[in-house]
């Protein structure tokens, strides 16, 4: 599967954005999907992941209640919704895929996007 994410940009403190990952591939409602970030100077970290059929989900203690993982598998489309941004959140966001794993708490993925940049401003 390949994986393309987007919407990433430059927001203010507060603020919104959606990132998007849309994904190649007739299968794509057998991917467990997961988001992840890379700070500068930083290692990549966890951010968020969601089962085949959305119905569970699991989030870092650090944006819990301010972000949201959805997915539209008729669109191979994965979201992250991301409200009161914060200037830590600031990083490279990453979309990743693993198939046949519907452990949302497995960290371990298969396939990655390029990733976008979210920038936050304080």
């Known amino acids: 599967v390949q994986l393309q994410a987007s919407g990433g940009g430059l927001v203010q403190a507060g603020g919104s954005l959606r990132l998007s990952c849309a994904a190649s591939?007739?299968?794509?409602?057998?991917?467990?999907m997961g988001w992840f970030r890379q700070a500068p100077g930083k290692e990549r970290k966890f951010v968020a992941a969601?089962?085949?059929?959305?119905?569970?989900?699991n989030y870092a203690a650090s944006v819990k209640g301010r972000f949201t993982i959805s997915r539209d598998n008729a669109k191979n489309t994965v979201y992250l919704q991301m409200s009161n941004l914060k200037p830590e959140d600031t990083a490279v966001y990453y979309c990743?895929?693993?198939?046949?794993?519907?452990?949302?708490?497995?960290?371990?993925?298969?396939?990655w996007g390029q990733g976008t940049q979210v920038t936050v401003s304080s």
């Open positions: 969601i089962m085949w059929t959305g119905g569970m989900t």
């Open positions: 591939g007739r299968t794509f409602s057998s991917y467990k």
């Open positions: 990743a895929a693993r198939r046949g794993d519907n452990n949302v708490y497995n960290l371990q993925y298969d396939y």
